[in-house]
């Protein structure tokens, strides 16, 4: 559903609501992935399909997970 950067790895959060854990940076796994992933922050790369509402300050998934948007990243949704 979404990756989370934490410095030089990033967590990989599944709809299953599983976690992993990647030794790449968010940087790095959002240059490999397509145009269904958006960047929200600095720490949070979304795939659009899990989106369920789109607010001002954050962004509800599915799952009814809360994900907040960075104010210079508003324009990307």
């Known amino acids: 559903m979404y990756f989370e950067g934490s410095i030089n790895y990033t967590f990989v959060h ?8 990647m030794a790449q940076t968010i940087g790095r796994v959002a240059t490999k992935t ?4 958006v960047r929200i922050s600095r720490k949070h790369l979304v795939n659009r399909q899990y989106i ?7 962004v509800e998934l599915l799952d009814k997970s809360i994900l ?8 990307n949704l």
């Open 52 to 58: 369920r509402v789109v607010h001002r300050d954050y």
């Open 34 to 37: 397509d145009e269904g992933f």
């Open 14 to 21: 599944l709809q299953t609501g599983r976690k992993d854990v």
């Open 68 to 75: 907040p948007i960075a104010r210079r990243r508003r324009g």
